[in-house]
């Protein structure tokens, strides 16, 4: 049955608002309540801390798989501007934006699509759309539209290819729901890493890029305002989830608790159903066929494996950019340290005599601080004074990042808790949002796509291992200090790391801009002196006899 359009900047877009806020702060919030029932998790399965802490670690690595969409939502907003000032689409010279250019149309080539119109154009009718919650598109753009979802979670592409935003959020949030409900019934740990960890993982997954993909379409004036906007329910998320978590902990046990949680996730189906189908394109226009393309010799099976991971990651950026390379490693490097006062500061102030609802309320003041602070890093940090700095902006606070760990190791004491967590708020603010900026800035915006597709595996792989081998080392010092020094020790030195690389690599850059000046000016005057009138110029010597 047809169903009626919702327009862009509508009212209903700031509906479609308030579920992306609700469905990040039930997703990319939730991880970082697992801390709490550490301990319980601990005792109950009579595991190690390096056990115990895989389950944490895979649904953090599983999430944040789709967190550097962010990355993505930046690039279409800034890739729009290029088009919009250039003329052209993607910003490369390759196809221009002649006056029929329809409204929304995407661009394949660039793997992300931009919902301006051409100058002076109006959007037309469009087609009547299908349950998936997107209009109907011409085959080429309707695998163009999500390919920046593509280029980081194929499986996610896929699904919002073929079903749409709508039923991909509310296939997350069942499987998330199906996730924690099996997981409350594990008699293992084995279980539980595959049912909540895996497949609630997962969930989130889906949900949080459909909510955030399809935001894009209802918004095209006010993108920049509905994406900080929404990344607010993250940081509510980390306000109330801890909360939540430490009270139901004490009613209901672990295993009530996650059955509960299994409820609450249901709600980003409810999310994913006011995703109402949104007028994004133009029926395609009646053209000539084109002549059919030349038959391409059929590739091999490990060939066209090596094509598509070439696509999506950039391992030959990580070879020729030498930038590219000194950041992708610094984040993968830092990020081992960078995880762990999440997982482990609860169980640390509770070992030192803290009570449960104040060590519960410590993440709650991250998250709180966060709804402040991370609006205010992204205004200053797109402040074009900054934009040459924001390299070692990015170093400074992860090294605020890990020098904090050290005061926290050093005393256990609440209130000095509670200071830890508000300066560990700031660097965490600053953190998440330069992270994407500076990777901007390193790689050109044509190959961003499948660059970021390389930086999220790599730092997926050290969200994965950070939190055992912190757990082994745990287990082996029976001290949570240690685990605050490690995470100082990875934040510090991926800070000196990336700082000094950052300026030996700018030195040798404007060294070699100095070089290049110097070689032109003597050429000038080289040239000029052979087309002169043949007179040899003598240099001219005084002698100095007398002061």
Known sequence: MPQALEHADGSWAWVVLLATVVSQGLTLGFPTCIGIFFTELQWEFQASNSETSWFPSILTAVVHMADPLWGSEWLQDRKGDERKISGTRGGQGKSPISPGTPCGEEVAESGHYTLSCAAGQQPRPHPQPDDSGLSPMSPSLNQAKVSGVGKIWPLCSILVVRFGCRVTAMLGGVLASLGMVAGSFSRSLSQLYFTAGFITGLGMCFSFQSSITVLGFYFVRRRVLANALASMGVSLGITLWPLLSRYLLEDLGWRGAFLVFGGVFLHCCICGAVMRPVATSVAPETKECPPPPPKKPVLSCLAACGQTIQRHLAFDILRHNTGYRVYTLGVMWSLLGFPLPHVFLVPYAMRHRVDEQQAA??????????????????????RRAFASHRKYLFSLAVLLNGLTNLVCAASADFWVLVGYCLVYSVSMSGIGALVFQVLMDIVPMDRFPSALGLFTVLDGLAFLISPPLAGFLLDSTNNFSYVFY????????AALFMGSSFYSLQKKERQGKEAVATDALEQDLFLEGKDGSGKQRCPEIMYVTSV
């Open 361 to 382: 309320l410590l993440i709650s003041i991250i998250g709180f601080s966060n709804i402040f602070l991370r609006p205010l890093a992204g205004l200053v940090a797109g």
């Open 486 to 493: 490690m995470s100082s020790f990875f934040l510090i030195s």
